[in-house]
């Protein structure tokens, strides 16, 4: 698994960006995926996941209901569609990768043995 996230940039407070994060290999449908976030001076944030077949989501509470988890297992690629975008969102966005077999903690970044490179998101007020 070789993670490549894209689609961070600058957008107002009320606003919107999708985030890709895109496998170079070839077993990208064994996986779970996740987003996780890092505000300057912050820990790693657990934000969404999705199971390796896409069938279940799970959302961080801030974020339920204007964030969408999802993926294309035909393109290697998962998504996260973040809408009503605020200040408070600001940071650099993670995928992360583990195998669907694994049933520790979803929310653990330690359940993830492989990262992308992170992509930022500001959002301005």
């Known amino acids: 698994v070789q993670l490549q996230a894209s689609g961070g940039g600058l957008v107002q407070a009320g606003g919107s960006l999708r985030l890709s994060c895109a496998d170079s290999?070839?077993?990208?449908?064994?996986?779970?995926m996740a987003w996780f976030r890092q505000a300057p001076g912050k820990e790693r944030e657990f934000v969404a996941f999705i199971n390796s077949s896409g069938g279940s989501t799970y959302y961080a509470d801030s974020v339920k209901g204007r964030f969408t988890i999802s993926r294309d297992n035909a393109k290697n690629t998962a998504y996260l569609q973040m809408n009503s975008l605020k200040p408070e969102d600001t940071a650099v966005y993670y995928c992360?990768?583990?195998?669907?077999?694994?049933?520790?903690?979803?929310?653990?970044?330690?359940?993830?043995?492989?990262w992308g490179q992170g992509t930022l998101v500001t959002v301005s007020s």
């Open positions: 290999g070839r077993t990208f449908s064994w996986y779970d």
């Open positions: 992360a990768a583990r195998r669907g077999i694994r049933s520790g903690s979803r929310y653990s970044t330690a359940e993830y043995g492989y």
